[in-house]
C-alpha cells in the first residue's frame, strides 16, 4: 500500500515537474550576451567622455587657481610698490616682479623645510590625483 | 544541483572574461524562465525581466558581489525572483506577495473544469493534460513555490528564506498542492489507474 502510495507521489510530482517547466526562445542567450557587450561598450564610452571631462575641468581649475594667485600678487604687489603707477603695464610688471621675488624668497631664502613640505605635498597631490584618476577611468 | 558553473569560471568571468557567462546564462534560463513565468504569467514579460536579471546577475560577478556563502543557483534564483517581482509591480501597479495574499480554497478546489472533453485523447495524456490544466490555474502563492522545489531544485530552507516566511508554510503549501492535485485525479481515476500510469 505503501509503495503504491509512493508510486503515484512519484508520478503525481514528476507530472508537476512537467507542467511547470518552461522553455525560453531559442536565441536568449544571444540576446542577453548582446545586452551586456552594449551595457560594456557604454560604460567604456562613459568612462572616457568622464575622464575626458576630468581632465577639462582639472586644467580650467588649475588655470583659474594660476590666474587668481598672478592676479592677486599683481595687485598686492601694485599696492606695495614705493613708486605710485599710474599705468597698467607698470602695475603689471612690478606685480610679476613681486611674486617671482615672492617665489625665490620663499624656495631660497626662507624656511628651507617648509619650502620642501610645500613641494612635496604638491607631488603627492599631483600623484593622488592621476592614481584616483587611473583607479577610477579602469573600473569605470 | 548539479551544476557546470564552479568558481573557476565565476573568477575568470570577474577578471573580464565575459564571453563565459554565456555558459551562466545557458545553464539557468529555462529554470529561472520557469520561475519568472509564474509570478509575471506572461512569456513575453517573463523573458524581459529575465534578460533584467542576467545582466544583474553580470554586474554583481564583476564587482564581486557574490560571496560563495550560498549556492551559486540559490543566489541566481534569488536574482530572478527579485527581479520578476519589481517587474511583476511595475506591470500591474500592486504589489506581490506570496505571503500576503491568501487563497481563498473556492478559487481551485473545484477542479471539474479541468476534467471534461479528454474522451477522444488517450488516458495517459489526458491525466498529464489535467495536470497542466491544475498547476495553470493554482495560485501563484502555490506555483511560484512549487517551482522552485521542483524545478530550481531549492531546499525549503531556501525557498523560506528567500520569500521570507516559514519553512512550515513552504512545505504545507508543497503539500496541499500536491494533495489537492491527488484529490483532483482521484476523483475521475482509481489509486490502480493512476498506478498503472506511474
Redesign the interface.
Known sequence: METQNNNIDNFLESGIKDSLNMETRSRFTESVMDKIQLQERYKREEAKTGKFVKRISFAVISVIGLASVIITAVLSGAGSSDTVDNTIAESYNSGIFNLFQKIYDFLGNGNPLLAILSLMGFVIIVAAYFLIDRKIFRNG | MMTKIDNEILSRISKGE??L??EI??EF???A??LA??ILKNAQDA?DS??EA??RL?NALKNNSYKAESKFSTYVYSIVYNTAVEFYRKINSKSFSVISIDITEARYTDGDELLRNYQDINERQE??EI??R???NIPQQY?VI??MY??NELTLKEIADMLEMPVGTVKNRIFR??EK??EL?LRDYS?EE??L??
Open positions: 565575459n564571453s557567462f554565456s546564462v545557458n534560463k529555462d529554470k524562465f520557469s513565468f509564474r523573458e529575465l534578460q542576467f545582466i553580470y491525466i498529464s495536470i497542466k491544475y498547476i495553470n506555483s512549487l517551482t521542483f524545478i498542492a500536491k492535485l491527488r485525479l489509486a493512476l498506478k500510469y506511474a
